[in-house]
């Protein structure tokens, strides 16, 4: 079973950028296809972006293309999230695992966009 740490998260205003990390521990990782999701007080948790196992392909949801980019470095089994052109309603704790969520859940990481 893979265990994943994130870290990153802050506070920052409307329009600035932050860059999330998620270190990953399973030796399988090389060959998993990751993901970020998110979850807002009230809201379902989400999926925000995906990732194959190599970086070769990606994906987002219509709320943040354009604005996230997801990026891996299998060396270093991390996994990241750039985040610019922030708005309040990215206000939220942001979690990584594998695209089929067959990790356990981390702590997730908050971001918080003030206007």
């Known amino acids: 079973q893979v265990q994943l740490v994130e870290s990153g998260g802050g506070l920052v205003q409307a329009g600035g950028s932050l860059r999330l990390s998620c270190a990953a521990s399973?030796?399988?990782?090389?060959?998993?296809?990751m993901a970020w999701y998110r979850q807002a007080p009230g809201n379902e948790r989400e999926l925000v972006a995906t990732?194959?196992?190599?970086?070769?392909?990606?994906n987002y949801a219509d709320s943040v293309k354009g604005r996230f980019t997801i990026s891996r470095d299998n060396a270093k089994k991390t996994v990241y999230l750039q985040m610019n052109s922030l708005n309040p309603e990215d206000t939220a704790v942001y979690y990584c695992?594998?695209?089929?969520?067959?990790?356990?859940w981390g702590q997730g990481t908050q971001v918080t966009v003030s206007s």
């Open positions: 990732i194959t196992s190599s970086g070769g392909s990606t």
């Open positions: 399973g030796r399988l990782f090389s060959i998993t296809a």
């Open positions: 695992n594998t695209f089929s969520r067959s990790a356990y």
